[in-house]
């Protein structure tokens, strides 16, 4: 057994601002994991979680883990194993992606087969992040110029309130009329009830599809007055990281949004797909700042999944990997064993 790191810069077309702040230019990780002839690819993104904010962090996280041993033992075991030690699910995916992808490897089989799962069918989410109202028509014919997409996600919860979120919504509409989108929104805990309460209803009102994490983490129990008479299915992303958190509000919304960079990587997805379907929630699965590497893995479970957003390496000038194409709108990994990611030669450390 053998395992390499590589330090990458993703270098983006747009930086993509939320309700917490912007995120440009970062560095991931990615990891090789070779044995018996067959090579593995993982990929992790920093996070504020479980200090894992570095390259360098994770590294370390990810050496200490694997100084314990792995072999022989079953990716549930070692995803059980690294939530006790308390190494950072950021940290943790790059390895839990690169054994799903080697195991598949070895089986000869593309990873959605040695899952069971079909293949991606769904058309997934392009991602608008926030930007002034006098941005949006430019933006727009920017991300769907000789695309395929029929579906986007608008980024709301401005720090300058909702009437800001109003004027570049009602942008979004007028520039995206020709092209007959989905129209989804990802508040990421941006509002207070009351703004919640009142803009789920403006955007039912205007067409839009679902509202992700409308409430910020930590305000939850909010949701009961959201719940019994939403206009709009309503999901959570940041309330949810684990399997364990799905049935903590199960009875006030109506799906998940699972990331392989929040949770751990696909052992844990699984989990959570499965809690999800025991409390009849709905699915998506979203990401990060990624490359194609960790977008494939991902996508090798999307046939399961209800609702797509697997499209930030699009946004990537250049993605340092391969593996994966928008085709008819859906992000589809390349059909050949394992997920089909892998980081192209010239970034190899």
């Known amino acids: 057994m053998r395992v390499k790191f590589h ?32 090579v593995g690819w993982g990929e992790a993104a920093p996070s504020k979680n479980g200090k894992a904010e570095t390259v360098e962090e994770m590294q370390d996280q990810l050496n200490t883990f694997l100084k314990q041993g792995i072999e022989s033992c079953n990716t549930e075991f070692l995803n059980q194993k690294a939530r006790k030690m308390g190494i950072s699910p950021s940290a943790y995916v790059a390895l839990d992606i690169a054994l799903w992808d080697w195991k598949a490897k070895k089986a000869q089989l593309p990873l959605n087969q040695l899952l069971q799962l079909p293949r ?92 992700e994490q409308p409430l910020e983490q930590g305000q939850e129990s909010e949701l009961r007055y959201l719940y019994p008479k939403r206009p709009l299915p309503i999901y959570l992303d940041e309330s949810c990281r684990y399997a364990d958190d799905v049935g903590k509000w199960a009875d006030h919304i109506d799906g998940v949004n699972m990331k392989l960079m929040k949770c751990g990587g696909i052992t844990e997805a699984l989990l959570i797909i499965q809690k999800a379907q025991k409390y009849k929630l709905k699915t998506m699965i979203g990401c990060m700042s990624e490359s194609s590497v960790s977008i494939a893995a991902a996508a090798a479970l999307s046939g399961g999944i209800d609702h797509i957003d697997l499209d930030s390496h699009y946004n990537l000038l250049p993605d340092p990997a391969t593996g994966v194409q928008l085709i008819d709108g859906v992000t589809l990994p390349d059909f050949v064993p394992g997920h089909g990611g892998i980081l192209k030669p010239q970034y190899h450390a």
């Open 120 to 211: 991606p069918f769904i058309p997934t989410s392009l991602t608008l992040g926030i930007i002034p109202a006098d941005q949006v028509k430019e933006r727009i014919r920017l991300m769907l110029e000789n695309s395929s997409a029929k579906a986007l996600k608008i980024k709301l919860g401005s720090q300058q309130g909702i009437e800001a979120d109003q004027q570049m919504f009602a942008k979004v509409l007028e520039s995206t009329e020709k092209f007959q989108l989905k129209i989804r929104v990802d508040a990421n805990g941006g509002w207070s009830t009351q703004d919640a309460i009142y803009m789920i209803k403006w955007l039912a009102d205007r067409g839009v599809e679902y509202i």
């Open 7 to 38: 330090k990458v810069l993703l270098k983006k077309r747009f930086p993509l601002v939320i309700s917490r702040g912007a995120r440009g230019d970062s560095y991931n990780l990615f990891l090789s994991y070779e044995k018996d002839g067959f």
